[in-house]
């Protein structure tokens, strides 16, 4: 039973730190433009397409099977390819409404979302289903012994989990202490004041996107080698996740994010084991979470309550 | 709004007994204190004026009046009944006000504005709003009528079909006030209602607000233009830091050397003499 | 409006400069229009492929054989030569008011007739050979009729662009109400004729897509050529003046659709699904448009209503082994679905804006997660419930022909009826709802909350109630939905269909029942018209989500009163003054 549980939460935690690191770029982006980036789930899925792609049409085959030098190169292709794509996305898209009453990106950023899962579908060959992605990490599990069995980790999910704790270490040093971390959290605090100290906000927007989108395109490469396949639809799915784990760690907060990711995966891993209907009924529990979070504490476990305007 | 008003300076109308009172009013914000324990009344048929530097609290006092903060601690009753802590339950019970920063409804027309304030005082269901019956046109013509004496009244006839985005700064002020007028008050509260105005339009909206009082609604204040205040209240009231410093007649306000020197910050007889440039300088 | 408008004679409108590099065109603009129109009607004339493509010859003798019958010019071409002759026309008439603008509609349509099908036959022919020369053969008609359009639109633009032409003095009531009839009995015409053009999607005709497309940008241009004209202006001001009649009029030539070139039973159940979809959207429209909420979930409701009409049907997979009567069913459905309705609105006491559209999107996604396992037995889960019976009245089932005396009805057009007056039963509940205490309060709303709080409106039960009508009616929609179908899964019900909902009720127009009945029609008719695109049509509609609102946040038809929640707030008057009724009312007082 113990070993159940543990199984479970060690589950949990593996879905969570993905979840979390792509929450990390659904946290900044809103933190700054106040823009629920729907497509964001697609540049995460987008990166594991950049991935495949470098390892199907550009690695020699000599590396594919050395994980060392296979996986540096996917996750730099995977990571590239997100940030190509967010930053075409805020240019083109969402720069243009900057201005624009809240609706109007919200549902630019609706579709932007489906044409970018589309392009993929269309685009891509062989997109259509799903395609085999490369394991390229030390296979197998850790079978850690505890009291009645043993609790299995897979090794690329130990990968998933360590690397999500040192990029958020590494992107929270970052905004707390870079001159241009610093120039975020002016501007995200406000825009105006931050033009007239002469940050300019546009740069700071295109970097936001650029870190979010990195974080979400390593996750998407992470993800696939994990799972050992990619899919279009993805995106869409560990997009709403990673949107829910934001508003419960309060959106904005960074550490806030990856404690909602794990959260999230807990939920999910715990959900399905323990709570009636089984795993088929798992997302249903996390948007019953999400919709919890949203009527009961809207600024999440980090945030800070929304005044009225008046 | 039946009736012509002849005289608009008219003999300050009988001030009658309480309808609004605060008791202790106080507001805390985390460790910002926006409001310390403000106390008044206001009578019927009376215009009190709020002044104060920027900050001082001003406008928070009205957001608790008007429900829409629920005050730390202190009560605010209409005729002696607590008021409720929602802004539409306190519409209903008579209080109406208008927006430091216009908010109108700016998609919508000047009419349909002043019809969204008949909305407490309309009697029409859901399955009337569905079916249009005879009970619902006679609502609706009751309505737009009404609608039509209060453009009037403020002066805004033409601009009845107009969107209120479209109308002139002065005028968007004015149909601010209309719409609040709409819900029938008894006491209304006008934050700044002169900010971004000339001399003749505040002057016109002084005239205005006395015949607001005329027809029996008394009127809260909030102002900067000291002038227009001093020559407008029955009663000022000085908001300092969240504090009430001063209460009394414009003269008595007027001559206080703690108002001069909290409000400005300097020695009264300078202060005197900027008033007074100030007031020469439109 | 009517205050303003005293005269509603022609006013002469100023007429704007030629912008920039143009304005050294302006002495010759007559000589360019002029031109244009003439380069149109050579064109047209002329032969479009010079050789018989591979799905075979392209439409309207395009490819040399026109030499048959010279003068017999149809379909894409006849529109040309229509276009091209009136641009002649127009060249020299000065008197006629908007003469610039009109010109100009008649230029864009010229260029998206040319483009439409130079392209198809560029890209089914293989080249640009296919409409240049080759094999020793030349057809220039596509190049020299996009010529004619581009010197037309130099033309109208040199001659420089005046406002649009207003005209219309109220003639009598009588006379308005005839001339209204001959107006409402053309539009029944054209929407047959939309529909049917191009025919049944590319498996009866390999060129249907270009047909219809081409159709459509010439319908554009007119439309738009109207419109300048003022005439759409003006037979909406008669339609606003007579309402009632409209209404009535509206109603029953929707309903002669059946007898139009629409009446198989194919475009039957095309016309079916687009009512289906029309109802919904302008219940969604009462919460989007009206209230200002966006509501992620939405078709969630239509599932609702569809389910439980499935589960009271008598199909073998119903929960219930009760079958009540389909008017007893709609009901229920609708009460369902509303009730879900508040249940899921209830946030809205508690949560606003981006956040509540999120709310709104968990919801539609544990529809779909509970209905596709089946929940409660009453979704059947991944294999639907299969085998509802149709509506069935007297005797006879809705889904079969009906002969009435010598009038055949084809099968389908029953359904077709039902669809009709249930949109136009939704049409009249959003209509007198939005003109009511109940409907500004909506509207106040979504202005402004705290403001529309202060005037003493309980937003929260306000609000709940937005959602619960909007609910109701896609509930009474699902009913139809499931009989007429024939089958209820959950796959009919994910967010991609509350998405297209929502670019329905945007494309149309926020806040109008016109805008989204025809953003609903756009968004799934074309998708009929255009398999040949079918795999791209999502990546195309995302990409359209996104031009839409960067380039017509308010629609295809967008309020007249008020602009909508999306449009740009506090602009000041866009030079070209396109942006119609707002500036030019402020001009005008």
Same mark, same amino acid.
């Given at each position: 039973m113990l070993s159940t549980l543990l199984s479970q939460i060690v589950n949990g935690l593996v879905t969570g730190a993905l979840i979390g690191l792509i929450a990390l770029g659904y946290t900044m982006v809103y933190g700054i433009i106040q823009l629920i980036n729907f497509a964001h789930g697609e540049i995460f899925m987008v990166g594991s397409y950049g991935g495949l792609a470098m390892f199907t049409y550009l690695m020699p085959t000599a590396i594919q099977n050395q994980w060392y030098f296979a996986l540096p190169l996917l996750l730099i292709a995977g990571a590239a390819v997100s940030v190509a794509v967010a930053v075409l996305m805020e240019r083109f898209a969402y720069r243009p409404l900057r201005?624009?009453?809240?609706l109007a990106p919200l549902i630019t950023a609706l579709g932007v979302s489906v044409a970018l899962q589309e392009a993929v579908r269309v685009f891509y060959p062989g997109a259509t289903a799903a395609l085999p992605f490369p394991k390229a990490f030390v296979e197998g599990t850790w079978e850690i012994p505890v009291p009645g069995g043993t609790v299995p980790l897979r090794w690329t999910g130990l990968l998933i989990i360590v690397t999500a704790l040192v990029l958020t270490f590494a992107l929270n040093t970052f905004v707390n202490n870079s001159r241009m971390g610093r120039a975020m959290r002016a501007t995200s605090q406000d825009r105006d004041v931050a033009r007239l100290m002469g940050i300019d906000p546009d740069r700071v927007i295109v970097l936001t996107f650029v870190l979010g989108a990195a974080l979400a395109g390593v996750a998407g490469v992470l993800n696939g080698v994990d799972l050992g396949f990619t899919n279009i639809d993805l995106g869409f799915q560990n997009g709403i996740f990673a949107f829910t784990a934001a508003v419960l760690g309060g959106i904005g907060s960074i550490k806030g994010a990856v404690a909602g990711g794990f959260a999230i995966g807990l939920v999910k891993a715990l959900g399905g084991q323990y709570l009636p209907g089984g795993t088929a009924y798992d997302y249903v529990w996390i948007f019953v979470v999400l919709i919890a979070v949203l009527v009961f504490r809207p600024q999440g476990f980090f945030g800070e309550t929304e005044r009225v305007r008046a | 709004m039946s009736g012509k008003h002849a005289a608009p300076e008219a003999p300050r109308a009988a001030i009658g007994q309480s309808i609004l009172s605060a008791e202790g009013v106080t507001m805390q914000f985390g460790g910002l204190r926006a409001l310390n324990d403000v106390s008044f009344g206001l009578s019927e048929g009376e215009i009190i004026g709020l002044i104060g530097p920027n900050g001082a609290g001003k406008t928070t006092f009205f957001n608790c009046l008007t429900g829409l903060y629920a005050p730390t601690s202190g009560s605010v009753a209409l005729r002696g009944t607590p008021l409720p802590q929602d802004p539409a339950k306190v519409t209903d019970r008579g209080i109406a006000r208008t927006f430091q920063n216009i908010r109108l409804f700016p998609s919508m027309t000047a009419e349909e504005n002043v019809l969204v304030g008949r909305h407490v005082r309309m009697k029409q269901g859901p399955l009337s709003s569905l079916l249009h019956g005879p009970a619902f046109k006679r609502s609706e013509a009751e309505a737009r009528s009404r609608t039509a004496e209060l453009l009037e009244f403020v002066g805004l006839s033409r601009f009845s079909d107009e969107l209120a985005r479209n109308l002139p700064y002065g005028d968007q002020r004015r149909l601010e006030i209309a719409r609040a007028l709409a819900t029938e008050p008894s006491v209304l509260l006008l934050d700044e209602p002169t900010a971004g105005m000339n001399a003749q339009e505040t002057e016109a909206t002084r005239q205005l607000i006395f015949k607001i009082r005329d027809l029996g609604t008394s009127v809260v204040v909030i102002e900067h233009d000291t002038k227009f205040i001093f020559t407008l209240c029955d009663r000022v009231l000085v908001l300092v830091q969240g504090e009430l410093l001063v209460e009394g007649t414009p003269d008595e306000v007027r001559g206080d050397p703690r108002v001069v020197e909290a409000y400005l910050g300097a020695p009264p007889d300078e202060v005197e003499h900027q008033i007074h440039a100030a007031e020469e300088t439109p | 409006m009517t205050a303003i408008e005293k005269d509603p004679v022609v006013e002469p409108a100023a007429v704007e400069a030629p912008r920039g590099r143009l304005a050294g065109l302006a002495p010759y603009a007559t000589a360019l229009r002029a031109a244009g129109g003439l380069l149109t009607v050579v064109g047209a004339y002329l032969p479009w492929a010079t050789f018989v493509l591979n799905d075979g010859p392209y439409p309207e003798?395009?490819?040399?054989?026109f030499f048959t019958a010279p003068l017999g010019v149809s379909g894409f071409r006849l529109h040309l030569l229509v276009f091209g002759i009136a641009a002649i026309v127009l060249a020299f008439v000065p008197a006629v008011p908007a003469r610039g603008r009109i010109l100009r509609a008649l230029g864009w349509g010229v260029v998206a007739v040319s483009v439409v099908n130079g392209m198809y036959i560029t890209t089914q022919g293989g080249g640009f050979g296919a409409i240049t020369a080759a094999d020793g053969a030349v057809a220039f008609g596509a190049i020299v009729a996009l010529i004619g359009g581009a010197v037309l639109l130099v033309g109208a633009f040199a001659g420089g662009l005046e406002g649009h032409a207003r005209w219309g003095r109220p003639l009598g009531r009588f006379v308005e109400w005839a001339l209204l009839l001959v107006i409402y009995a053309l539009l029944l015409l054209l929407v047959a004729a939309v529909l049917t053009s191009g025919g049944q999607g590319s498996v009866a005709n390999p060129y249907s897509g270009a047909v219809f497309l081409s159709f459509l940008g010439a319908l554009g241009g007119l439309l738009a050529a109207l419109h300048s004209a003022g005439v759409v202006t003006w037979v909406t001001g008669m339609s606003e003046r007579h309402r009632a009649y409209s209404a009535i009029v509206l109603l029953a030539v929707a309903l002669l659709l059946?007898?139009?070139?629409? *009446?198989t039973q194919y475009w039957m159940t095309v016309a079916a699904n687009i009512g289906v979809y029309a109802a919904t959207a302008i219940g969604l429209n009462i919460v989007v448009g009206l209230a200002g909420l966006l509501d992620l979930g939405y078709v969630a409701f239509l599932g609702i209503g569809a389910v439980v009409a499935a589960n009271f049907s008598g199909a073998t997979a119903a929960r219930f082994d009760i079958v009540l009567p389909f008017p007893l069913v709609m009901v229920i459905s609708a009460v369902v679905a509303g009730i879900f309705g508040a249940i899921v609105g209830s946030p809205t006491l508690r949560v606003r804006g981006d956040y509540l559209a999120i709310v709104t999107l968990a919801f539609g996604e544990i529809f779909v997660r509970s209905s596709q396992n089946n929940i409660g037995g009453?979704?059947?889960?991944?294999?639907?419930?299969? *085998?509802?019976p149709p509506v069935t009245a007297f005797g006879q089932p809705f889904n079969e022909s009906l002969t009435i005396g010598s009038v055949e009805l084809p099968a389908g057009a029953l359904y077709y009826f039902l669809i009709v007056v249930i949109v136009a039963a939704v049409m009249a509940v959003f209509g007198n709802l939005k003109n009511s205490r109940l409907g500004r309060a909506w509207i106040a709303i979504r202005e402004d909350e705290d403001a529309a709080r202060a005037m003493g409106i309980r937003t929260g039960p306000v609000k709940i109630l937005a959602f619960m009508i909007g609910a109701t009616l896609a509930g009474l929609a699902g009913a139809f939905f499931a009989h007429k179908t024939g089958t209820v899964s959950y796959e009919s019900f994910r967010f991609l269909e509350s998405v297209t909902l929502l670019a329905a009720v945007i494309l149309g127009g926020m806040g109008t029942i016109p805008g989204a009945v025809l953003g609903a029609s756009i968004l799934f008719v074309l998708p009929e018209k255009l398999r040949e695109f079918a795999d791209y049509r999502l990546l195309i509609f995302g990409i359209a989500l996104v031009l839409i609102m960067r380039f017509r946040p308010q629609g295809l038809v967008p309020d007249a009163h008020r602009r909508a929640e999306l449009a740009p707030q506090s602009e000041p008057p866009p030079p070209d003054g396109s942006t119609g009724p707002a500036a030019a009312k402020v001009a005008a007082s």
């Open positions: 201005n624009a009453p809240r | - | 003798k395009a490819t040399l054989e059946p007898l139009t070139a629409a *009446g009453l979704t059947g889960g991944s294999n639907a419930i299969p *085998g509802i």
